[in-house]
């Protein structure tokens, strides 16, 4: 079956991007994103540089497709009737209360989903989960399609592998597409239908079809790896801090090892991002269900490392000055995860800041994306300490020095933080960006 009309449930930071790029690829498919937060579906259709997601590529291809063939809707039951296939692009935070919280992931967005879907579908449709979800849970979304619904319905599983900051350049040219689905008449017709779509793009090597339990379980393993591979260097930069080996000349030597190979082995203050803790969580927490409590442990671990790794960096500055910090004044670097994104989401910066904000230290606070309101609504929602607005500053723009600071503390790798005058301001560079810039009183991670 050739796809005509395509909706995706999720306007966000996968949802968008991902459709907007099937849109420029597949100009003969309608595709409808629709969220059930409308203000967010009316910055989609708003002016281009206010759109909810910054991408560096984004705002071009959605001027060339928005209205065109790429619509933005608050009408869920509209866009599902309409649709013959349907990706389910939605949240899946770690739970917050009931069996398994602050563990497992929270299906009840994507369960939502489903029971819309069921709902408002009058004639069978391919539904899609483009969310990270936990293995066998293409299962429990059948169960409910099922129950509430008298049409017939194949469900894939179509994991989404971008990186934020880096979104159109990774679904232009993706590593591999995968797509997991059943091995019956009907699931292998579905798959063909998606593989149609990737195919547009994508050479057919690299579109990968498995079991949609495989499917499911490689996603969650390819951002376990990935954030193993931060918190392995990490682990290693500490004892580089103690012995005198220098941790990116360690990197590139490990990395130099074909089997090993060069990527994710920045040592940093942390992996951030709102991924990779919640789905190794969610795998420790899957683990722990089957019994294989060894698994559960070895993976936690990786958290445990990440959390020290942040600790290490706060617990550094403050050394530096006799462990008194009172009415220091700190200039924070970086808000977001990481460099070309707006998004804060579990940055290391909301940590370490509360942690330096703790401790009596005056703070100013710039990132050339993430918003003033932003940061505060970030502080307001995360800090457990009673803080004091008085000693928290949001700076509008790229200070030209950080004469005026005791200290700096770049936390987010963004390029523009190259060209501060430093002078003989103590820095700390949770990123190691500044390697090379004979800086005075240089600390790094
Ligand atoms: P997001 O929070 O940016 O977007 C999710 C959107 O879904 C929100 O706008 C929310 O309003 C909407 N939504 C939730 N429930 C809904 C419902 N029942 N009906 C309609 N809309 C609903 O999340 P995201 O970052 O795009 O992540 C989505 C999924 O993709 C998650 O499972 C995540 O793990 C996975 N993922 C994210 C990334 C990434 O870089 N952010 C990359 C790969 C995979
Ligand atoms: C990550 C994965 O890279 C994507 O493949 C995946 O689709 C996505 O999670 C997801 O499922 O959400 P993302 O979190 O957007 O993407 O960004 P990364 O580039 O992976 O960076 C994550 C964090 O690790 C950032 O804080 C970054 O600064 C840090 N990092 C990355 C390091 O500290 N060192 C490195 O070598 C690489």
Redesign the pocket.
């Known amino acids: 079956m050739s796809i005509k009309n395509i909706t995706c ?8 991007p991902t459709m907007a790029v099937i849109a420029l690829k597949c100009p003969k498919i309608k595709i409808t994103v ?4 409308s203000s ?1 579906i009316d910055k989609w259709n708003g002016p281009i540089d206010n759109i ?2 910054y991408e560096p590529g984004l705002s071009d291809i959605i001027k060339k497709t928005r209205n065109k063939n790429l619509f933005f809707s608050p009408n ?1 039951k509209s866009g599902i009737e309409s649709a013959e296939m349907i990706f389910m ?5 770690t739970k917050q209360i009931g069996e398994g919280a602050g563990m497992a ?1 929270d299906l ?3 369960e ?2 489903a ?2 879907i069921a709902k408002f579908s009058k004639n069978n449709k391919i539904v899609i989960e ?4 936990p293995v066998r849970t293409a299962e429990k979304i059948k169960d409910i399609l099922k129950k509430n619904s008298k049409v017939e319905f194949e469900v894939l599983s179509n ?6 900051g880096t ?1 159109i350049n990774d679904l232009f040219k993706s590593d591999r597409v995968l797509i997991g689905g059943d091995n019956t008449k009907s699931g292998k017709k579905a798959i063909k239908s998606l593989v149609e779509i990737y195919e547009k793009w994508i050479p057919k090597e690299k579109i990968l079809t498995t079991n949609v339990w495989s499917s499911e379980l490689s ?1 969650l393993a390819s ?1 376990a790896f990935l954030a193993q591979r931060i918190s392995s260097i990490n682990s290693l930069s500490a004892i580089c801090e103690k012995s005198g080996a220098d941790i990116d000349e360690l990197s590139k030597a490990i990395g130099m090892d074909h089997r090993i190979g060069p990527h994710f082995l920045k040592a940093s203050v942390g992996f951030g ?3 990779f803790k ?2 190794i969580l969610n795998l420790v927490y899957i683990s722990r269900s089957y019994g294989l409590d060894e698994v559960a442990d070895y993976w936690e671990s990786v958290i445990k490392i990440n959390d020290f790794q942040k600790n290490r960096f706060v617990k550094k500055i403050s050394s530096v000055f006799n462990n008194n910090l009172k009415n220091k004044k700190i200039l924070i670097l970086g808000w977001a995860f990481k460099a070309n994104t707006n ?1 804060s ?1 579990e940055s290391a910066s909301i940590y370490v800041t509360e942690k330096l904000h703790n401790l009596g230290a005056i703070i100013d606070i710039y990132d050339p994306m993430v918003s003033s309101s932003k940061v505060f609504s970030d502080i307001e929602l995360f800090w457990k300490f009673n803080f004091d607005k008085s000693r928290i500053n949001f700076v509008r723009t790229l200070p030209k020095s950080t004469y005026q600071y005791d200290i700096a503390a770049i936390l987010t790798e963004w390029e523009d933080f190259k060209e501060i005058d430093y002078g003989n301001t103590e820095v700390f560079d949770g990123r190691n960006i500044l390697k090379n810039k004979k800086i005075t009183n240089y600390y790094e991670i």
């Open positions: 449930i999720g306007a966000g930071y996968v949802g968008g629709v969220d059930s937060n967010k909810p997601v869920i692009a939605v949240n899946t935070p992931a009840k967005y994507v939502a989903c029971k819309d483009k969310s990270t979800l994991p989404e592998f971008l990186a934020e979104a996603k951002n991002g709102s991924c919640k789905d998004d989401r």
